[in-house]
């Protein structure tokens, strides 16, 4: 099984991108979509297809190897920080808490089991149990990103957020006990990326996206090919996949805070060199932005498909022109599961109007329910998706 990522996290208040660069300031309530994360958004879920169809092509490819491990060094963890970015005025009022178990909790769920029902046939274990306790693929980040949004009130309040997370990503790395219920190992040593995201503000954005910034991520980026290029054969990229403590690496206990530290610094990065590329104007892609949660959680079934259909099989896949094919191939699907006919079809289960299934607090002035469409709007521009 694969590190999977990809995901989605829900916006509090719909921004407004800012003329000159386009990023938007926390204050914004316009409705209108901000162009810049929307880019980034697309970009990031296109990333995660790709590496997820890559993964087949690793055995014996050295080159497909490094650009997986290159890939898999910044992806998730741009979603991450993206997500908390837009978890900043999270403050678990009822209104919140409600989009929150609308918006992740319950297709958390529903694709928990349906992935569960899928692999049954696609895996040929036809008595795979259903366990809410266990994500199985790509739904780790759900459950992960309902731990995160439901700590933010605590990560806003303590004077120093962002060494603390990194304090208890290390631990986790120390402690294989912890197992795999909610897959927690992921849950915390992600923790410092969406911390970090909360941190952040729309002039740190502005920062990376200078044009000495943008000339300097060439180099960086070539270069990072190059080291992971240099790794395959010596160390393994499974330290950027953050789901197994040290020792269940192979490696002595003491790695774990060493490796937090270090991949923490070689992700972060490579976050701000893709950030930096992203184009802030409005482009073709840029309405895809708001559909990326459900290229996240559909596409999945295409990646687990494929080798129970046999796509892998013929050997003209495993050499360059078959590796190109399988790129674009995985690009244009998960486009396409971005797209609006897509979005009216599954949008009761990625993006359910529940408001039958709560009560209405007159405290609350977000208590009024909520259109399906407008919440899948806020969902979209949270993140990962």
């Known amino acids: 099984m694969s590190q999977d990522q990809a995901t989605v996290a829900t916006t509090e208040a719909p921004v407004t991108a800012l003329p000159e660069r386009g990023v938007s300031p926390p204050h914004a309530r316009a409705k209108e979509r901000d162009s810049y994360f929307d880019n980034a958004k697309y970009l990031a879920i296109v990333l ?107 990560w806003q309040r303590v004077r120093w957020p962002l060494p603390l997370a990194l304090v208890i990503a290390a631990l986790a790395t120390v402690s294989p006990s912890i197992g795999n219920d909610l897959d927690l190992q992921r849950v915390l040593q992600f923790l410092p990326y969406f911390v970090l995201g909360l941190c952040l503000r729309p002039e740190h954005f502005r920062l990376v996206r200078r044009w000495r910034v943008r000339l300097l991520a060439v180099p960086v980026f070539a270069a990072a090919l190059a080291v992971a290029y240099w790794t395959v054969p010596r160390m393994t990229g499974s330290w950027f996949f953050h789901r197994d403590s040290a020792p269940e690496l192979g490696a002595p206990t003491w790695y774990g805070p060493l490796m937090t530290l270090a991949s923490f610094g070689c992700s972060m990065v490579l976050v701000a060199c893709f950030l930096a590329w992203v184009p802030g104007r409005r482009t073709w892609f840029t309405a895809l932005g708001a559909g990326t949660l459900y290229g996240y959680l559909l596409h999945g079934f295409v990646a687990q498909g494929s080798k129970f259909w046999g796509w892998y099989s013929p050997d003209w896949i495993h050499r360059p022109l078959g590796e190109l094919t399988v790129t674009v191939a995985a690009a244009t699907i998960v486009t396409l599961l971005c797209t609006p006919p897509v979005r009216r079809i599954f949008r009761c289960v990625v993006e359910p109007n529940m408001g039958w299934a709560f009560r209405r607090d007159p405290r609350d002035p977000q208590g009024a329910p909520e259109p399906a469409r407008e919440l899948g709007t806020r969902i979209g521009s949270r993140a990962l998706s």
């Open 48 to 154: 995660v297809a790709v590496g997820h169809a890559w993964e087949p092509l690793r055995d014996g490819s050295r080159t497909v190897t490094a650009l997986y491990t290159l890939v898999y060094a910044f992806h998730m963890p741009a979603f991450i920080v993206v997500s908390g970015y837009f978890s900043r005025s999270f403050d678990a009022s009822p209104g919140r808490i409600r989009r929150l178990v609308t918006g992740v909790a319950v297709p958390y769920v529903v694709f928990e089991t349906a992935y569960t029902l899928f692999t049954r046939w696609t895996d040929q274990q036809p008595d795979r149990p259903i366990s809410l306790l266990d994500p199985l693929y790509l739904t780790w980040f759900l459950v992960a990103l309902f731990v995160w949004r439901l700590t933010t009130p605590i």
